[in-house]
């Protein structure tokens, strides 16, 4: 399931090396990788508000599985949510998931090539 978030992330490799060459501040980069966190924290938040998150197979996982109805699970815990709730944590999830990963990617890059 999160082999997608890895292909995104190994897309966006040389993108971000590129970036992290570009940036002579440390100032800039430290301040770069903490605005790409916060995106990662607002799933995070709305995982603990929604009760769950989007990306759970529960076609195939939740035994009470209905057609047309929305599901959150976390720790084997199942939470039927309206599709508009649904659509928000998918997409912050989405969204959160893949910018943790590249703003990671940037640190991994920035420590190993020594670039200060």
């Known amino acids: 399931m999160y082999l997608r978030y890895l292909i995104i992330a190994s897309i966006f490799f040389f993108t971000i090396k590129g970036i ?25 938040f709305i995982t603990l508000l929604f009760g769950g998150s989007a990306l759970n197979n529960a ?17 084997g815990q199942w939470t ?19 910018t943790f990963i590249i703003a990671f990617v940037m640190s991994l890059i920035r420590v190993f090539t020594n670039n200060e």
């Open 20 to 44: 992290i060459q570009s940036i002579k501040s440390k100032k800039t980069f430290n301040l770069l990788v903490c605005l790409l966190f916060i995106p990662f924290q607002f799933f995070f």
């Open 59 to 75: 076609e195939t996982e939740y035994e009470l599985y209905q057609a047309g109805h929305y599901y959150l699970e976390s720790h």
């Open 80 to 98: 039927e949510v309206s599709h508009g709730k649904y659509v928000v944590a998918l997409i912050s999830e989405i969204v959160g998931i893949s």
